[in-house]
Structures are given as structure tokens and as C-alpha cells.
């Protein structure tokens, strides 16, 4: 129980952090999305090398030997699904900070509230994952919550789901590669989404941005709000299904609702209000069986 506590603490931690990830991204909402991007990749590439290099030589050396040694079949399923979550991600990261800079706030909030569902569903039936009826009754209860949020805008509805479904599908890819440690992994990954988006950048490149206040938000946005939180998300999957991460995702629009409404006062209606509510009582069911053995195993 206690390495389970760990991995879902894992979980916990990645999706509070990215709640409050609109803060930072409104702050840069005069520059293009496509341009936070770019640098948000680029800078994301040298936090996270640099981190491995120093810290994390020893695992490297053992996921290069490791990767050697397989079969080429292995090695071939290896290479497809880092390729396929690269390209997930980087498409989820720029939907993302469109919606959040030219749509609304609330819409990327909706996005993550649609991302369990999909994220779950999709590990019960891709991965075989096992759900209890009390999970299962918890997803329908979501699912009541999601129908009362999309009685809005279909433009904000549309940007949600694409955003989710990008993100989902990351997680399930990310659940299937259990051999190889997940810094080394999601490195790889944000290498490769430099490599996707260098001819984009040299085509629209036309200067540097210049100010303390553009970079120093980069470089927060790049270690605080990216590196972290995906290498604690991907950490998480070790221990716990993606069906229960997927879930524990509902977190993140709840923490960002409520930054949206009390930090850059856009309004809220009563039904929305409430659909947040029932949405907290479904993650609170969804984890009800882990929830009470973390609290049993404290008592003994």
C-alpha cells in the first residue's frame, strides 16, 4: 500500500500543478500560440537533458543497453509508440495554449474534464483494465456533469475535445511502455516535438522575443508546468492504472475553474457551479476503494 500511496501522490501532484498552468499562459496571451510553443519546447528540451546528465546518467546507460537487447520487433513497437505520443503531445500542447489565450479559460478546464473519460474508457477496453461497478457508476455520473457543462458554447465544447482526446490517448501510449524509465522517455519525446517543430519554426522564425518578463515565464512554464508534472503523471503510471490517473485528471479543471473564476473573474452560472460539484463527487466515487485502504493502512 505504501508504493501505492506513492504513485497515486504522483498523480495528485502533476494534475494540482497544471490547474494553475492558465496563470503563466495568460500572462503571455499577446504573443501567438504557435510562437509560446516553440520556445516552450525548445526550453523543455535543455531543463530536462540537463536534469538526466546530471542526475540521471546511470538509468540512461541502462535504457540505451536495455533498448540494444531487444528483439527488433521490441524495438520496432518501441519506436512507433514514442513517435505516436510525441506527436499527441505536441498537437495537445498547442490546442492547449490556443484555447486557453483565444477561447476561453473555462474550455480548457472542460477539456480535462472530458480526458478522464476518454482516458478511462480507453483503458478498459485497449488495455483491458479492470473497472468496479462503483467506478463504472461513477464515469455515468461524470458523464451527467460533462452533459450540463456542454449546454455552452459548441466552439468551447469542440476545443475540449480535441484537447482531451490528444491527451487521453497520450496516457493510454504512455501506460503500454513499462520497461524504460519515464524521464528518459518523455526526453525522448520532447526531443523528437523539436524535431516535428523546427521547419515550422524556421519558416515563421522572425526574431527572437526579447524581455525578461517573455523568457522568465518560458523557463516556468518549460520546468514548473511541463517537465515536472509529466515526468510525475508518467511516474504515476508505474503504480496505478491509467484508467485511475485518467480520473484523477478530474482534479485539474476543478483547480482551474476555480482559478478562472476567482483569479480572472470569468463568470459561472449556477448549473455550471453545480456540474463542478457532482464532477468532485465523481472522482471522490471513482477512488472510494483506494481512498479507504490508504486511510486503513495509516490506522494500522
Known amino acids: ?66 533498448f540494444k537487447a531487444t528483439l527488433p520487433k521490441t524495438r520496432k513497437i518501441i519506436f512507433y509508440q514514442v513517435i505516436g505520443a510525441s506527436i499527441l503531445l505536441t498537437l495537445n500542447w498547442y490546442t492547449f495554449i490556443y484555447a486557453i489565450n483565444n477561447v476561453s479559460i473555462k474550455s480548457g478546464a472542460f477539456a480535462y474534464m472530458v480526458c478522464p473519460l476518454i482516458t478511462a474508457f480507453g483503458g478498459y477496453l485497449i488495455l483491458k483494465e479492470n473497472l468496479s461497478k462503483l467506478q463504472l457508476f461513477s464515469l455515468a455520473v461524470a458523464c451527467v456533469s460533462i452533459v450540463m457543462l456542454a449546454t455552452g458554447s459548441i466552439n468551447e465544447v469542440t476545443w475540449s475535445v480535441v484537447i482531451a482526446a490528444l491527451y487521453a490517448f497520450y496516457l493510454i501510449i504512455q501506460r503500454k511502455m513499462q ?12 526531443t523528437i516535438a523539436v524535431l516535428l517543430m523546427l521547419p515550422f519554426y524556421i519558416y515563421h522564425h522572425e526574431g527572437f522575443p526579447e524581455g525578461v518578463w517573455f523568457w522568465s515565464h518560458i523557463v516556468i512554464i518549460a520546468a514548473l508546468f511541463t517537465v515536472i508534472p509529466l515526468f510525475l503523471s508518467l511516474y504515476a503510471l508505474i503504480g496505478i492504472p491509467s484508467s485511475t490517473l485518467g480520473v484523477i485528471i478530474y482534479l ?49
Open 1 to 66: 500500500m505504501k508504493s501505492k500511496s506513492r504513485y497515486l501522490l504522483a498523480a495528485f501532484l502533476s494534475v494540482t500543478i497544471w490547474g494553475f498552468f492558465s496563470i503563466p499562459l495568460r500572462n503571455l496571451k499577446v504573443y501567438p500560440a504557435e510562437e509560446i510553443l516553440y520556445y516552450r519546447i525548445f526550453t523543455s528540451l535543455l531543463v530536462i537533458w540537463i536534469a538526466i546528465f546530471l542526475f540521471r546518467r546511470k538509468k540512461l546507460i541502462t535504457d540505451v543497453q536495455y
Open 252 to 300: 485539474n479543471p476543478i483547480i482551474a475553474f476555480t482559478v478562472a473564476v476567482l483569479y480572472f473573474d470569468e463568470k459561472i452560472s449556477i448549473h455550471q457551479f453545480l456540474a463542478y460539484l457532482l464532477l468532485f463527487g465523481a472522482v471522490f466515487l471513482f477512488n472510494w476503494n483506494l481512498i479507504k485502504d490508504i486511510f486503513t493502512f495509516k490506522r494500522k
Open 179 to 190: 520497461h524504460l524509465d519515464k524521464l528518459n522517455v518523455l526526453a525522448l519525446q520532447i
